[in-house]
């Protein structure tokens, strides 16, 4: 097999569609903390099954679908696929030499709704498909070729049991172990079934014997049923024939009165045509009179509207006197305020001349001060560069001033550095002698803390003794209640397996079922009875076939549920109504009645059915035995007598007996069974209880005892660390005598320096003063230069504000030039404004005198037209009043037409009456005769005129009831007792060969599992010794010597019995694994892993972060041996490790560009040929 490729889409941080090609050799995936790489180990336990959410590093399923970012939304839908092929030629599918292979994609879907799926070649299938397909591959889900983060410790720390994966996939042994599994359960169910076939045989068997009496019976039963049918038939016939002959007279009648009707209902339509035609008339007559009323509310409405529109016109005629008026005042306004902004145009005129004369006088003035200034400026730059001149000599005497100053200062730093040494050295001395001494309190102090550790060490060893030795007192308490739980769950399946069969014996058959849809009756009579255990059979026996009869809930579903079984062609069934139960009477005891019971008093039931069993009942009498029933019967008691043996005496001498019913008992049984089944489950749920507590307890012991262990470990790192620390202490002690003596010789060179720099401090002073003087001759020159500057500075900031003040001059007397031009054109653009609006007044008063003038003339056209309308009116109205008088007189004629149809409705009434009765008796008579024939066809499936039964005989009507009575006195008679017998004994011979073939499918499922533990156990204990050798073999190529050996926890069971693991590095002696370092129990899991491999390669390893542990020598070891390896095997490796990465083929990078949304990339690694390194 060889892996080809791994797809992931919106898998855990795969947003988008990803696929990893796997090339053969070794695929390092590389990348940051965080950026998905073991979401690529988590892909591949996926899509092989993986169906443990915590397995994956969640807590819920659907936590492997992309959840979403700050800048990508969640998806729907994880998708993973895995497509790997299966070569011929090659053992594990890794190499490239086959010479053909077949390709198959693996892909398991999961979407947030919970639906998931898994395809194989894009077809669905059941993940037991999957598993099966990657059995003993190496690929399985709790294989060792998928070490995820973290799982390498786990092999060293992990129970024993749990290691045996470890074995078992070296020996190939997974599918026998599923197989073995898969017989278990098949196992338990034929087991299941076979208890269940026993007692369903042992009930069948015993009903069988009584069915043969029942079959005598049923053909006695037959013979007197079908003579008691031929006369039955005869009296039907005759019965039918009298009805028929009077329902023929009834018709005849009938017809008669249907021809009065006739004539009566013609009359009727001639009135009514007539009575038609005077309605239209008058229909037309009101259709006119509603048209006169609109024309005449569309006159007054005409009249209204012209009304107003003569008022609105005259309005309108004195408003537009007014306006004229005030636009008249307007106009007037307007020609006076043109007259004023012509005045002022006249007064603008003069004032430009002498401003323009201004203006030149003073630009004359600004041109000699300009003059003036320019040479002020020459002479000021003269002075101003001398005194840049001087500053240049200045600034050199203070940088050489500056020099000499930071030499000083430094000089007088160091001095200060080396007095604060000298202190700090004094100090540290004075320190180092008081650290000295608290250094001997402390260890003086740890020495006590280590007796104390090591007392409480001792301690807590005692303490684990004692919590063992509790556990195994608890570990016996549940062993049993184990025991205990065990033997009631036996006793609870039993008494369920015997509930099971008796609740099928008394199961609903196909009728009952069928019965039950269609009526929903309200019980079955045996369900509601409750009797005393020794009169069962008795109150069975009297009650006989009623006892299984329906009670329905009314007269109606009764009749409804007769035809529905006589229609079917049932056995008797008997039916009761809950509202239609016969008075009874209560049974009257004979005086001698101390052996005589009435069934009343043993039998009880709910309320609403107590009526329904005394009117059963009250014709019977329990006695003790058949002599007891004669002697009553002897001494003229009339009552039905039951033994409690079920006989039955009645009052004709004849005894029924045969074989004894069982409903009452099998339903008294199911009760007992069914409180004894609650009662154990009850006893098993306090035991179960009982047992989780002792268990809890277990654990908890076992907590504390591996809470002792880890405080065990603790005191024992915090001794070696007090230990460590003391010895720490006593290193610090004499690293500060020797740093005490260093202190002492330095602090001697340290006077020394600062005498040397004190000398060279003076010099440097001297040298200052020197060239202080010269600093204060060139600044004192300097001054005066600058005073000079500024005087002439002054002046010329004079002159500059004399020029300034003339321009700002010139500058306002242009702008009052501008602005008088500006209001003289403003002035000129008003005179042509209001010129304008005295012209647009005028024309509109011109136009409002126009129309007034029209208006008046529209006035006087309205009133004329008024006028007109109002005679209209008038003449309108006196129409109206006309047309509703012919409306009253046709009203009146309506009316006489209506008085003659009610007398011939009252004549019509009385013939359908008549009708009435005869249809009535008619369909009574035809009812009565379909009764018989319904209840004849019911009976017998044919009509009468089909059976042809003739004519009664004489002597037949007075034999008949001999026949009823006869068939009465052989009381209940099971007619389907032949079918039953012969159904019941082809299903007793299906129960004995289905029986036969569970006891045949139990051995031969047992001889299968005891083959699979004999191969799995041979395989195992070969595979067990192999592991062993190559286990010690890679350790010590890795150690470089030592000693590792697996050891079988109970060697006597191997195919049940965990793994430990001893380990031993070279110059080591080690009691407790737990002891190694991390790097050491890395080392050696690794070792026990590639054991494994070097005996079974497998197709694929994925190893996540497996030499996080390990120091740089280990994992050059490590990656060579992954190359030798790599041959057989692809190696997909997620790492940190540069050395590990160099010995990759193919390296994929993980990164995540966008936050939280892993992104691949890939690089291939060319193969360098060694000469030409």
């Not at 336990?45 to 169906?51: A, I, P, S």
């Not at 007992?672 to 489950?681: A, D, Q, T």
């Amino acid at each position: 097999m060889k892996i080809l490729s791994l797809e992931l889409n919106g898998f855990k941080s795969f947003l988008d569609k990803t696929t990893f090609t796997m090339h053969p050799g070794i695929t390092c995936i590389v990348g940051p903390n965080g950026c998905g790489k073991s979401n690529v180990v988590d892909a591949f336990r996926w899509v092989l099954g993986e169906q443990s959410a915590k397995n994956l590093r969640g807590d819920k399923m659907e936590e492997v679908i992309f959840a979403g970012t700050s800048e990508a939304k969640p998806k729907g839908m994880a998708d993973v696929t895995l497509t790997f092929a299966i070569e011929e030629n090659s053992g594990n599918g890794n190499g490239s030499n086959g010479e053909s292979h077949q390709t198959t994609e693996i892909t398991r879907r999961l979407f947030r709704n919970g639906d998931s799926e898994y395809l194989i070649n894009k077809k669905r299938n059941r993940l037991k498909d999957v598993r099966e397909m990657f059995l003993d591959t190496g690929l399985e889900v709790k294989s060792y070729s998928i070490l995820e983060q973290g799982r390498i410790s786990e092999i060293l720390n992990t129970k024993p049991a749990e290691r045996r994966f470890l074995i078992e996939e070296v020996a190939g042994v997974m599918k026998y172990k599923v197989r073995k599994t898969e017989a278990l359960a098949k196992l338990e169910r034929a087991q299941v079934n076979l208890d269940r076939v026993n007692d369903i045989i042992s009930e069948v068997k015993r009903s069988i014997n009584s069915l043969e009496k029942q079959a005598k019976k049923a053909e006695l039963f037959k013979t007197l049923t079908a003579k008691h049918n031929a006369i039955e038939l005869k009296i039907a016939k005759r019965d039918f024939q009298a009805l028929n002959a009077e329902f023929l007279k009834v018709t005849e009648e009938s017809e008669t009165v249907n021809t009065k009707l006739t004539e009566i209902t013609s009359a009727m339509n001639t009135l009514e045509d007539e009575r038609k035609s005077k309605s239209q008339i008058l229909y037309g007559y009101r259709n006119a009179l509603e048209t006169m009323t609109e024309d005449l509310q569309k006159l007054e409405k005409e009249i209204s509207e012209l009304e107003k529109d003569i008022a609105l016109k005259k309005a309108s005629i004195k408003n537009s006197a007014e306006h004229t008026e005030r636009l008249m005042a307007q106009q007037s306004d307007y020609s006076s305020e043109r007259d004023d902004a012509i005045d002022s145009l006249e007064k603008l005129s003069g004032l430009y001349e002498n401003l323009e004369t201004e203006i030149n006088s003073i630009e004359t003035a600004a041109i000699e001060e300009n003059k003036l200034i320019s040479s002020f400026e020459k002479t000021l730059a003269e002075t101003e560069d001398e005194i840049r001149d001087k500053n240049k000599k200045l600034f050199q005497i203070s940088e050489n001033m500056g020099n000499a100053k930071n030499e000083l200062s430094t000089i007088q730093t160091l001095i200060a550095s080396l007095t604060r040494k000298k202190e700090t050295s004094t100090e540290f001395l004075k320190r180092a002698v008081d650290d000295i001494q608290a250094h001997d309190t402390q260890l003086n102090s740890m020495e006590t803390s280590l007796k104390q550790k090591q007392s409480a060490f001792a301690e807590e060893s005692e303490r684990k003794v004692v919590l063992k030795s509790e556990l195994e007192n608890v570990e016996k308490l549940v062993d049993y209640l184990r025991e205990e739980i065990s033997a009631v769950r036996e006793k609870l399946a039993a008494s369920s397996s015997r509930l099971t069969s008796l609740q099928e014996l008394t199961s609903e058959d196909k009728n009952t079922k069928e019965f039950t849809e269609l009526f929903s009756p309200l019980t079955v009579l045996s369900e509601v009875l409750t009797v005393d255990g020794q009169y069962e059979t008795a109150i069975e026996s009297a009650m006989s076939e009623k006892i299984r009869g329906y009670v329905v809930s009314s007269k109606e579903t009764l009749f409804e549920a007769v035809s529905f079984v006589n229609s079917r062609g049932w056995e008797k069934t008997a039916l009761f109504s809950i509202d239609f139960v016969s008075e009874s009477f209560p049974n009257k005891l004979p005086a001698f009645s101390e052996n005589v019971i009435n069934p009343l008093n043993v039998v009880s039931a709910p309320e609403e059915y107590l009526a329904l069993i005394r009117a059963l009942l009250s014709d019977f009498v329990i006695v003790d035995s058949l002599d007891t029933a004669f002697k009553l019967l002897n001494s003229g008691f009339t009552t039905y007598c039951v033994t409690l043996d079920g006989e039955v005496l009645e009052p004709s001498g004849a005894v029924l007996c045969g074989k004894r019913g069982t409903v009452l008992k099998h339903l008294r049984n199911i009760r007992e069974l069914k409180s004894e089944v609650s009662s154990l489950k009850e006893t098993l749920l306090v035991l179960e209880a009982r047992q989780k507590e002792t268990m809890s307890k277990r654990e908890t012991h076992k907590s504390d005892i591996l809470k002792t262990e880890q405080t065990l470990l603790t005191l024992d790192k915090d001794i070696s660390a007090t230990k460590s620390s003391i010895r720490k202490c006593e290193d610090e002690k004499e690293r500060l005598k020797q740093r005490l003596t260093l202190m002492e010789i330095e602090s001697g060179e340290t006077d020394k320096e600062i005498a040397a720099l004190r000398i060279k401090t003076a010099e440097i002073e001297s040298r200052l003063s020197i060239v202080s003087k010269s600093k204060e001759d060139t600044e004192t020159y300097i001054g005066s230069l600058r005073e000079t500057a500024t005087q002439k500075r002054t002046q010329l900031e004079r002159l500059r504000a004399s020029l300034m003040d003339k321009k700002m001059t010139v500058t306002k007397q242009r702008e009052r030039l501008r602005a008088a031009k500006s209001e003289e054109a403003a002035l000129n653009r008003k005179v042509e404004t209001l010129e304008g609006r005295i012209q647009s007044v005028s024309d509109e008063m011109s136009e409002l005198s126009k129309k007034t003038d029209t208006a008046a003339l529209e006035v006087v056209s309205d009133e004329e037209t008024l006028t007109a309308l109002s005679e209209k009116d008038k003449q309108l109205r006196e129409k109206i009043k006309q047309q509703r008088e012919l409306i009253s007189d046709t009203s009146t004629e309506l009316r006489d037409f209506e008085k003659q149809a009610q007398l011939l409705r009252y004549d019509s009434d009385k013939g359908k009456e008549r009708l009435n009765e005869l249809n009535l008796k008619s369909t009574e008579d035809r009812l009565k005769m379909e009764n018989i024939e319904h209840t004849v066809y019911t009976a017998y499936g044919k009509g009468l005129d089909e059976l042809n039964p003739g004519e009664l005989s004489e002597g037949d009507e007075e034999l008949f009831p001999a026949l009823k009575q006869k068939i009465h006195d052989m009381g209940p008679v099971n007619l389907s007792s032949i079918e039953e017998y012969e159904e019941l004994k082809t299903r007793y011979d299906f129960l004995t060969n289905q029986q036969a073939d569970l006891v045949t499918s139990i051995s031969e499922l047992r001889e299968v599992i005891s083959k699979i533990n004999q191969t799995t156990k041979h395989r195992l204990s070969e595979a067990f010794m192999e592991l062993n050798t190559k286990f010690n073999e890679t350790f010590r190529s890795f150690f470089g010597g030592g000693y590792a050996e697996l050891t079988l926890t109970d060697p006597l069971n191997i195919l049940e019995s965990g793994i430990d693991i001893v380990v031993q590095p070279p110059h080591k002696k080690l009691q407790n694994i737990n002891l190694l370092s991390g790097g050491e129990k890395a080392l050696s899991a690794i070792s026990l892993v590639f054991a494994g491999f070097v005996i079974k390669p497998t197709p694929l390893c994925i190893l996540d972060e497996a030499d996080a542990a390990l120091d740089e020598a280990n994992t050059r070891r490590f990656a060579e041996m992954i190359v030798k390896m790599s041959e057989k095997t692809q190696f997909i490796l997620i790492t940190h490790n540069r050395t590990t990465m160099e010995v990759a083929d193919y390296i994929y990078g993980i990164t995540t560009e966008t936050p939280g949304v892993s992104k691949v990339i890939s690089l291939e690694f060319a193969k360098v040929e060694p000469s030409m390194v």
